[in-house]
């Protein structure tokens, strides 16, 4: 990989289309698309998902790299300034800007910063105020000059400028992205491949609050511990549910997390390591199939869980209400499976909410199946699904 295709990348996951980023880019179409793909080569995996029209949208690969773009090309600016010496700014800053500040006002404040920081290119993207501020709320700008009733939004930093060049005295505003949150979007667990933090896109208002939209289209459910001693004593082994588990509660309540590494093809097959981890709403423990996962001291916490449900390789049947294997805590050697890997598509999703409907208006006969594992004749380990008879309703 190179700079080139880091930098494509990260301009095409902020726009979220290959046209876009050609236009940002001053590249052809043609151009952007070939380095993608020869990033893709490069890291063996796909990293957009390509939707209807033009639009594209990050795989979970994509998503995961991201972060490292970035660090990569920020480490690849201070090279570049080091080299150089001294302390002076070097690099291109995106203004965007109505035309008519563009044409009347801007001329004269460019030419003294360009004399104060020649290492620095300003590129103006004129544009109307409202088409300015959303180009800084998804990150295709890094200042916005807009003359506006409205002083505050989400995520920017807004500063009042008046008594212009002309001596006409207007509200004008400056607005520019917020620093970068330190934090990584994704913390991976050491010693469990694939298991670790995602962070929550937050949208912050104030130090200890904000929002976060769960806008996806995955199944969502909320699971509330109560208040007594809450521990786990059988391991939940999905074969065909990535489990997403945002944890709201107590901050300083300390939480254990057992795992075990099941999967037979995975670089960490057979791990078995416990972790401590506390509640925090801005981030999901992402739990992929194959890895079983128990808990101690869930009580007085919350789980919010949004599944994503894969599908058999070799195309075969599956039944997510079987899926979960329950494996007590204590119970050695832990079993040897292969989990699904195909991510389900929306027309899965649509039938499942199809057969739930159909569900929901009969009567229950059975409860949710207890799924264990027992040993055959030949050694092999066969998955059995009970189901209590519910008693009809008088």
Partial sequence: MDIRQLTTFQKAATLLSFSRAAA????????????????????????????????VRLTRAGERFLPYAEQLLSLADEARSATRGGSEPAGRVLVGTMESIATYHMPPMLEFFHHRHPGLQVVLRPGS????????????????????VETRHAGMEGVVLRNLADGTVR????????????????????????????????????????????????????IDHGEDRYTHDAYGIHLGQEDRLTFVGPRD???????????????TYGADVSFTLF?????YLLVPPGVG??????????????????LPEDGGEYLPGNDVIDWPVDQRP??????????????????RVA????????????????????????????????????????
């Fill in 171 to 222: 509200r004008v505003e400056l607005r520019r992205r917020l620093p970068k949150d330190g934090r990584k979007n994704w913390e991976p667990f050491d010693g469990v491949f694939g298991v670790g933090w995602v962070r929550h896109p937050v949208i912050r208002s104030g130090a200890e609050s904000g929002f976060s939209a769960l806008l996806d289209r995955h199944p969502l459910y909320f």
């Fill in 253 to 267: 309540q300390e939480v254990t997390l057992h795992l075990i590494d099941t999967r037979v093809d995975s670089p």
């Fill in 279 to 283: 509640p925090d709403p801005e981030r």
């Fill in 129 to 148: 105020g409202e088409e300015t501020v959303q180009a800084l709320g998804r990150g295709a700008l890094d200042l916005g000059l807009v003359m506006d």
């Fill in 24 to 55: 940002e880019l001053n590249y052809a179409q043609s151009s952007v698309t070939g380095q993608i793909r020869g990033l893709e080569n490069t890291l063996g995996v796909e990293l957009f998902e390509r939707l209807s029209g033009r639009s």
């Fill in 355 to 394: 057969d739930q409907k159909k569900l929901r208006a009969m009567p229950p006969t059975h409860s949710t199946p207890s799924v264990m594992m027992i040993t055959g004749e030949n050694g092999r380990q066969i998955r059995i699904a009970l189901r209590k008879k519910v008693p009809a309703a008088s």
């Fill in 293 to 310: 996962h128990a808990f101690e001291h869930l009580e007085n916490v919350y789980t919010i869980n949004r599944p994503r449900t894969l």
């Fill in 334 to 351: 832990m079993p040897s499976l292969r989990a699904n890997a195909v991510p389900a598509s929306r027309e899965y999703y649509e039938e």
